[in-house]
């Protein structure tokens, strides 16, 4: 049985992902893995509540450490905690780029501290961001993920342009978007604008255009030329950070950032974010140049909860074991897409990837705009749906693998895969 819930409620949150879902889809709970409706339906969750519950949904500790916390403690905020620095050491052990941190409570926020930041860093004002890139809901500065491309310019010499509906007249002054993926086109840019360019944003593995991996030598190139331009790296974490490994995509791939965003993850499922980075831009923040502020920062919940994820996280064996499961579900999906003859393939690394219906190979968003079959990824989501796997319902938006994803999980989603994909 579905949509059991009437129309007309007064809530937007419907209208929101009309355009996305088959038909309502009204979360009564989580458990692992699992997802389950409020007409009582169980989905194999690859949506993971677009990213967090690394962990599966309500994970033990997570929660039991946040009922802990409220019952003999209350909520604690506005004044430092000691578990808020326990925290903040435990975030600069894992990561490498990070040497002093800051909480706050979601991504977005993070990302306006990031830039404000490099601005008062570099004395600069231009951020250099990517075409298909996404850094959150503020209007400011990061609005939406998709620039007209036909407005954009060549790919070797592309515009700042505004970047949708809602985006505030002016804001498009401070921001160069370029094509992800390709460091000529960086360079050239740093080269004719270095002098106003404050800091670079990127996700190090592009996951709100899909999923995309950075070229070989891109981030590396990107690292080069931010340092002899004076500009702060900035890398956002939010989706890559705890999900690669404790250390993130910087771990992963050895490449430094001046300041990095994290979010997601490293709740365990309850909002908290962080901006670290080296110390010598950070130490603005330990003065009082840059506020970085606001009522909620390092709630005691939220602090209780990281705490407790990033334990669970730090535990031997675990990222192996969740890289482990995640290839067995790429590897599997990748032989049944091939065996039913489909122009489609996966792309990921570890625990975050993606299935790209397209018969060409996808950098950045350029591609994606020109080669992904939107149409064929549609029915592909639908089908997985009807067969009880949610995946994300967006073309260019990712899967997630838990610890919580079992091997009987795989197996029931690549026998759905099979079937769905025999259909297309
Ligand atoms: N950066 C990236 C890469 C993201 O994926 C998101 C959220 N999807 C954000 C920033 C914004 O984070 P939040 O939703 O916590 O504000």
Known sequence: ARHVIPGGVNSTARAQWSGWLPYPLFVERGEGSRLVDADGNHYIDYLLGLGPMILGHRPRKVTRAVVDFIEQRGTVFALPTADEAVLAEKIVAAVPGVEQVRLCNTG???VLYATRLARAFTGKRKIIRFEGMYHGFSDGVYWSKHPPIDKAGPDHSPKAVPQGPGMPRGVEENLIILPW????ALADVLAKHGEEIAGIITEPVMCNTGCILPRHGYLEAMRDLATRHDVVLIFDEVITGFRLGLGGAQARFGIRPDLSVFAKGLGGGFPVAALGGRKEIMSLVADG????????????IAVAAANAALDE???????????????ELRTGLDLVLKQAGLPAYTVGVGPLMQVWFASKPIHNY???ERYADQGLFRRWFEGMLERGVLFHPGAYENLFVSTAHSREDIAVTLAAAKDVASGL
């Open 108 to 110: 977005t926020e993070a």
């Open 313 to 327: 996280l730090g535990q031997d064996g675990v990222y192996g074991q969740l890289d482990a499961v995640s290839d």
């Open 366 to 368: 350029r591609d994606a």
């Open 289 to 300: 140049t840059v506020s970085m502020a606001g009522t909620y920062t390092a709630n005691g």
């Open 181 to 184: 993926n390709d460091a000529q």
